[in-house]
């Protein structure tokens, strides 16, 4: 196993891909999420970000890259949680069939991607209403960013 300063120099400044999909969606099963996680590794993905056990087994099965697990829980005031518990991130971990490492606290303003994506969504949002084809819309849009 990796040290989690090793994970992190293998991991920085490399794509992880986040595969997972809302509830009440066609891909919500393991099995979909676990292609979707094969098919952005052989785009180029270096490690992957996935929720729940179920989806986290699946994609160990599928791929070799490190798996970044996390378990949303919604909260009946509706907010949601990300892995809200020790006891959840134990279950986790067993899914991977991995060990705990610690992370550094995340910011936003330490990631330049997110400020990109922060504007494009401020756009999308804006003028998305108003587009004729909305399909060409984020199409074009998204060819203007990258």
Known sequence: MKSAIKLHAELRGKLIVSCQAFDGSPFRSPEPIARFAQAAVQGGAAGIRANGPEDIRAIRQAVGVPIIGIWKAQQDDGKILITPSFEAAQKLVEAAGCRLLFLPPYSPD???????WAAFKTRLRKDLA??????????????CYC
């Open 130 to 143: 108003t587009a004729a084809n909305p399909f060409l819309f984020i199409a074009n849009m998204s060819q």
């Open 110 to 116: 330490l990631n330049p991607i997110e400020h990109l």
